[in-house]
């Protein structure tokens, strides 16, 4: 608990969800605890894929610290968060004043605290839900050391796994999450608009990274780099280039200077409160080829096309293949092209963005799925032409809501630029 003297200002000056929104996702998460005989949720969070992992941890609680911890949600009464260590709780646990969501914060001292905290305040909890990852190509969170104590020190109790339960939950977005993307949206464009006026010849390629973070941090998103900027000349040399989808830190950003005929791509996250918008974008350093052009219009075609299917009642199948269409039609491949489920994590489900026989995120098995209102998904549009380049593409992308008109959160530019 926190002494009530204790100073609330980075409370105002950080994003907030209502008491409203934590009493709506607070019923709808107990209600499906009761449909499967839960006492109580177990759950797990960490930092991991970007902070995918603490997805389902701060939908309950505001909690995002990448420090991760454990939390006991239960059926009735007040949830306890672990969080941070020993030292980082002095005098007070930040992030039990940075919301005002829950108000019992104690610092992460391991897994035998929180078992022991079953045994004394939770006795009754003989069903525990166990719920950890969130992103659908992560590692599973919950590690076996402690799960091992967990099972063999909660004698008589039955340890359920429960990721589908907040998934199930989480899918579908409030008025407020709605909220927080859009402005989230309007960061990410914001940090576009920058890219675009900094690209130029003699520009290095961390000098265009940190100018899209600094822009994004500027304007309220919190520090979260995922971006995988990456720039190389299209002609020149016979070697391969790695022109067809961008790079993730460390490869990404390097030192090296822009010149002409060099193609820059990007795959970004913005997070305004937790929430992510995703976006993709491309930019040309002189004089754009025409084939560079017909892609870039391709693009732009593939996303008009799902859009006309990001409707409640459509099936993932019909809008797989409406943004597919006007690349196969064309005559051009693709790394990625599809969309996947958006929200404090990424992906969500639904994904389908590879081809089949890819795994999980082609999609496969949930061709039947019915899209529903307020479901919000980031398109991820990488194309190229093989009877040109097979090392080449671009990168486009945006983020959607379903509804009877798709409501685009970002608003991507809808062109390539050309910089000298």
């Not at 960061?187 to 003699?202: F, Q, S, Y």
């Not at 269409?325 to 969500?348: Q, T, W």
């Not at 949930?366 to 990488?382: A, S």
Request: aromatic letters at 8%; proline letters at 5%.
């Amino acid at each position: 608990m926190v002494d009530k003297s204790a100073n609330t200002e980075i409370r105002n000056n950080l994003p907030q969800l209502s008491l409203a929104e934590r009493d709506r996702r607070w019923k709808a998460v107990r209600e499906k605890m009761s449909e499967n005989s839960l006492d109580c949720l177990l759950v797990w969070g960490n930092d991991i894929f970007w902070s995918s992992g603490m997805a389902n941890f701060r939908y309950l609680t505001q909690i995002g610290s990448r420090h991760g911890g454990f939390l006991i949600f239960p059926l009735s009464g007040n949830p306890v968060v672990f969080n941070s260590p020993l030292h980082m709780n002095k005098p007070f646990n930040a992030f039990a004043l940075a919301q005002e969501w829950v108000d019992d914060v104690r610092p992460n001292l391991g897994i035998k605290e929180v078992i022991e905290t079953f045994k004394t305040e939770f006795p009754r909890a003989k069903r525990i839900g166990l719920v950890g990852k969130a992103s659908q190509i992560s590692s599973d969170i919950v590690t076996y050391r402690d799960y091992s104590i967990l099972v063999t020190e909660l004698k008589g109790v039955s340890v359920i796994e429960s990721d589908a339960l907040l998934d199930t939950v989480r899918m579908f977005k409030s008025k407020e999450e709605i909220s927080f993307l859009d402005k989230s949206g309007d960061i990410a464009l914001k940090a576009i608009e920058k890219l675009i006026d900094t690209t130029a010849v003699g520009v290095k390629e961390n000098e265009l990274l940190a100018s899209m973070l600094y822009t994004q941090i500027a304007n309220g998103a919190e520090a979260e780099i995922f971006n995988f900027l990456h720039s190389e000349p299209i002609e020149g040399n016979d070697k391969l280039r790695h022109l067809l989808h961008g790079v993730e830190q460390p490869v990404s950003p390097t030192t090296r200077q822009l010149r002409e005929g060099d193609l820059v791509i990007t795959e970004f996250h913005t997070s305004y409160g937790g929430y992510l918008t995703a976006a993709e974008f491309s930019v040309f350093v002189g004089r754009i080829p025409d084939p560079l052009k017909r892609i870039s219009e391709i693009c732009i075609e593939c996303l008009d096309s799902a859009l006309e299917k990001f409707k409640p009642g459509n099936t993932v199948s019909e809008v797989v293949e409406a943004i597919r269409r006007p690349a196969k039609k064309a005559g051009l491949d693709f790394v990625e092209l599809g969309f996947h489920g958006h929200g404090l994590s990424s992906p969500e489900f639904p994904t389908v963005v590879l081809k089949p026989g890819f795994g999980i995120l082609s999609g496969e098995g949930i061709e039947d799925f019915v899209l529903q209102e307020n479901m919000v998904f980031g398109t991820n549009i990488d194309i190229f032409d093989p009877a040109w380049k097979s090392d080449v593409g671009l990168m486009f992308g945006d983020t959607v809501v379903v509804k009877d008109k798709p409501l685009l959160m970002v608003n991507t530019p809808r062109y390539l630029p050309e910089k000298n």
